[in-house]
């Protein structure tokens, strides 16, 4: 079993930063891959990051791309999502979640976060 939880979030201004964070209760990942997905009111879920544990390697939505920069400490069990520039339509609760073989879909992400909320005001 994994628990996952973030923190991070808050309201803020349009063009504004913030950092998320997302602590790991397990210890060692190896080759599971670390994502970040948002939801807003009334929409699905979406993809918006992931990192793989073990190289690195990450993936970004087209509509956070150059904006947003996922990171990972493996010492702290830790993965951030860095958010600058942030925008209105980037309002949402941002849910980490790990797994096995996760890509841009909620499928093969096993553990999921309880969410953190960011609200980005005009």
């Known amino acids: 079993q994994v628990q996952l939880v973030e923190s991070g979030g808050g309201l803020v201004q349009a063009g504004g930063s913030l950092r998320l964070s997302c602590v790991a209760s397990?210890?060692?990942?190896?080759?599971?891959?670390m994502g970040w997905f948002r939801q807003a009111p009334g929409k699905e879920r979406e993809f918006v990051s992931r990192i793989t544990w073990n190289l690195g390697n990450t993936a970004y939505a087209d509509s956070v791309k150059g904006r947003f920069t996922i990171s990972k400490d493996s010492v702290k069990n830790t993965v951030y999502l860095q958010m600058n520039d942030l925008k209105p339509e980037d309002t949402a609760v941002y849910y980490c979640?790990?797994?096995?073989?996760?890509?841009?879909?909620?499928?093969?992400?096993?553990?999921w976060g309880q969410g953190t909320q960011v609200t980005v005001s005009l």
């Open positions: 397990r210890r060692t990942f190896g080759t599971w891959r």
């Open positions: 979640a790990a797994g096995l073989t996760g890509e841009r879909s909620t499928q093969g992400y096993e553990y």
